[in-house]
């Protein structure tokens, strides 16, 4: 405790107040004695009146509070009815200190949820790597490195300022060649940044207008299983080293960058693997081969699925001449599931082409290979063998509990084809009948699956679509193009269900085009057929 009177002399202090301020003694002046702090709040006090009872010496009634010897005290005035002022000074340091690190670990976690939800807000790698970098630049360094694993012989990295925008680019370098580098991006613990000099830094890792620098920290990104890539913090020559809280914090922020990062590459993987398998799986596109027109249409069982269980191929023929081979199918079930065993039964059927004048042999040896296989589902099928003879096309059709093609003729009726058989995958024996049909020019023969007749919807909105609904729009298709034709059931159907919904829908159509034949010329090319 110091006193002093309204004038600002020393008149009294106590031992505690001896050992703090020995200039302090009485007769002394304030101003001489003590901190600046400490003598312009006894200047605002030190007039007798009302605030004899305020406690402090600012308007917002928080204590004074200044730096004596090194430490931190709180400063609270009382004064007394003779004019003089009490100072109590109370030691704060120790709860002020509490009171920042508190602050800034409730800063520094609140930076972390927010990078955590940046982060993780994308799965694309290149934002997480821009991110990254411009995170750790604006809030732990000067700039920083995001810098991904080796890519064939390329290092890639986004380098940002702080206050700048991220910049990526490929590095033809050896990390190994950067002393904890090569290790970061290995998985191994940090290097601490006392064990880094500076000077060592390559050309490639100081970003633009940097300038020389004052300190590194490298820092791994640890990833799921694997690791993610290296985090690298510079600060300026001048701006001090890092702390060793500091780069405790910034691994917590590595980790959460990595496991983003880590995401985004698996994600990234993921779907190149889905489009490979997809490119496989989704039907192909069709077109006229060897004279005979073919058009397909698959629609699967919801608008987010690509692939499903329906599923149509086209094998042209090897030799000019000889049958193309039509397949059309339906796997029981939906999904994912269901085009995986499609994919089976279309390399199954691509690997008995050879055997394709045969349906009968075909599907008995489909038939063993899916009752060998772990899959239990089992598959309806249609096989067509169509050939150009003359201006006609010759069509054989054979059904594995399909539903049963459809002929449209140039008159206008439609015939159903005589062909059915048991279905695949389910029985030890396949048995099936094969029906042949001739398409004369503007006639098609119309192979689908289920999807299209048992699609539900209408004025009513649980009504079959029905076979014989079926029929009546396609006796409206004469003379259509093939194209046209599976465009026109596919519309017809999507109407019907109304935005219901639905099985996978897969419509192949095969058509005798109006044209005619041109002989060879002068007897040393093949004859095409033309419009």
Known sequence: MVVADPTGVVVQRNDAAQALLPAARPGARLADAVPRWLS????????????AANEAADESGVPLSGVIAERRFEAHPSVRDDGTVAWWLVDDTDRQLAREALHMER???AFLAKASSILLSSLNLGRCMDVTAQMAAENLADAALAIAPVRGRRLPVVAC??????SASQEAVDPDEVPGLGEALRGFPPVPSRWIDPSTAPEWMIPEGFGPIGAIVITPLPGHGVPAGALVLLRKEGSGAFTEQEEIFARLFAARSGAAMSAARLYAEQTEITEVLMRELLPPALHQISGVDFAGSYRPSADHERVGGDFYDVHPATVEGEPSLVTLGDVCGKGLEAAVLTGKIRNTLHALLPLADDHQRMLSLL??????SHHTRFATLVLASAVREG???LVRLTSAGHPTPVIIRANGTVEVADTHGTLVGALPDVRSSTATVT?????SCVLYTDGITEAR????GDSQFGEERLKRALAGCVGMPAEGI???????ASQWLAGRRHDDMAVVAISAPRTHHLSAVNGHTRGRYTA
């Open 107 to 109: 800063e520094r976690t």
């Open 439 to 443: 398409l004369a020019p503007g006639e």
């Open 457 to 460: 919807g209408g004025p009513l």
């Open 367 to 372: 038939n063993t290979a899916l009752l060998s």
């Open 486 to 492: 599976v465009e026109h059931v596919q519309m017809l």
């Open 40 to 51: 312009a709040a006894h200047r605002s006090i030190r007039l007798p009146g009302p605030r």
């Open 161 to 166: 300022l702080r206050g700048g925008a991220p």
């Open 391 to 393: 201006n006609e096309v």
